[in-house]
């Protein structure tokens, strides 16, 4: 007996030129936040809007979100469709924004223009997020071809500024059309996977990052007496800030790292010329903490470690909280979502799929704040935000097809 998913299946694995076409167009078009020196997502948007009424959506939705430091003067956030036999709905949901390239001399072809070698496909955004934004279009297209009407309505939701702080992406959605999402609709965030496609996360850790200015004396290097080193002491800084791991030292299996962390990340320029001893120091603090930590406790620890440091050196120091996430309460492995999608892997690929939490903050944190289930799951490298950006075109198919399983009340098998 030839099922509906079957034939659903079939149309899908024709349709590795589609995946490649779709990589290619958003490639192509940076979408870089404010915050990452880019002008937004609104050049991916635009094309993703004709894209998607091509493929034949026509409940098509904007939820924009007014930032002045875009050209247009606004981040872009689309939902779309397709209607099934339910109002009911399963929500995939993708990022447009990708972080820049980083060194670009580490990266073998340019990082804006799709290469392609056999299933694998190579530019920044591929794998995170376009991935997940081409597995949603894959099932629509499917669904709208094989005018198959599932049990489950499939929702696409892409958002703006998931790399840079959320604010004008899904929490303004959530903010703005509260009734977008259903209380007893699923959600699926296809933003954090393994290799098999085996690892469901439900839970995160909570995010800190923190600011950190060192102010000390400015003077000639020729000099160093008069002055105060700022690198220097925000040097000696980063490595008392390693006293954070044997503070909050919990572990939890859930995780990996099992354990939280505490990352030096991001260093502002200081002096252009070598032969000025530098009086200003400003370098940034990656938190990832186990939920159990409140992240005040947190901020009290650096702020004592920075600043009995700086006193040492005689440089003054001022610790600012730049974003703050406390992790919500995680999805339980009894809700809905989990349950289908455990069921879907079960029967399409026969896998045995454990759950796990992150130390990676995703799309699934805003939702669970609010009280809604989602999963976070996706068949994937895993390689965001490294050179080389790159992403399989099988996996892509293979997760549209645990999507479309997922439609299906019972993953019991539809007579065509
Ligand atoms: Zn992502």
Request: net charge negative.
């Amino acid at each position: 007996m030839v099922t509906m998913l079957d034939t659903l299946f079939t149309y899908l694995d024709s349709q590795s030129d589609a995946v490649i076409r779709w990589q290619g167009e958003m490639t192509a078009r940076p979408a870089l936040g404010p915050d990452n020196n880019g002008a937004g997502e609104e050049a991916k948007a635009a094309w993703l809007m004709e894209e998607l009424s091509r493929l034949g959506l026509s409940d098509i939705s904007r939820h924009d979100c007014p930032d002045s430091r875009t050209p247009c003067g606004f981040r872009p956030n689309i939902a779309a469709r397709v209607p099934g036999k339910a109002a009911r709905t399963l929500w995939v949901i993708g990022h447009m924004d990708v972080v820049p390239p980083g060194d670009e001399s580490l990266w073998t072809s340019p990082p804006y223009a799709l290469r392609v070698e056999g299933d694998y496909i190579y530019g920044r955004g591929v794998e995170d997020n376009q991935q997940a934004i081409v597995t949603a279009m894959l099932a629509a297209d499917a669904l709208l071809r094989c005018r198959a009407t599932p049990d489950c309505s499939l929702g696409l939701l892409f958002v703006a500024d998931e790399e840079t702080g959320m604010a004008c992406g899904l929490p303004h959605v959530l903010a703005a059309a509260p009734d977008l999402i259903g209380p007893d609709d699923m959600i699926l965030v296809p933003d954090m996977g393994n290799r098999e496609g085996s690892m469901i996360e439900v839970a995160e850790k909570s995010l800190a990052w923190f600011r950190i200015t060192v102010t000390g004396k400015q003077c000639h290097a020729s000099t160093p007496e008069q002055g105060v080193n700022s690198l220097v002491v925000a040097s000696a800084c980063v490595l008392e800030l390693e006293r954070l791991y044997r503070i909050f030292k919990n572990k939890s299996a859930l995780f990996s790292p099992s354990w939280s962390t505490f990352v030096p990340s991001k260093k502002e320029a200081n002096v252009e010329n070598i032969n000025t001893l530098p009086g200003r120091d400003v370098f940034y603090l990656d938190c990832r903490v186990l939920p159990e930590y409140s992240l005040s406790a947190v901020e009290e620890a650096v702020r004592s470690i920075a600043e009995e440091t700086a006193a040492r050196y005689g440089a003054g120091i001022a610790v600012e909280l730049v974003h703050a996430e406390q992790a919500p309460a995680p999805t339980p492995e009894r809700a809905p979502v989990v349950q289908r999608l455990i069921k879907a892997l079960k029967k399409v690929r026969g896998l045995e799929p454990h759950i796990c939490g992150t130390g990676g903050q995703t799309l699934a944190a805003p939702l669970r704040h609010r009280g809604f289930d989602a999963a976070v799951w996706a068949t994937l490298m895993p390689n965001a935000h490294a050179p080389n950006e790159c992403s399989r075109i099988s996996a892509t198919i293979e997760d549209a097809k645990i999507v479309l399983a997922m439609l299906f009340d019972g993953l019991e098998p539809q007579a065509l």
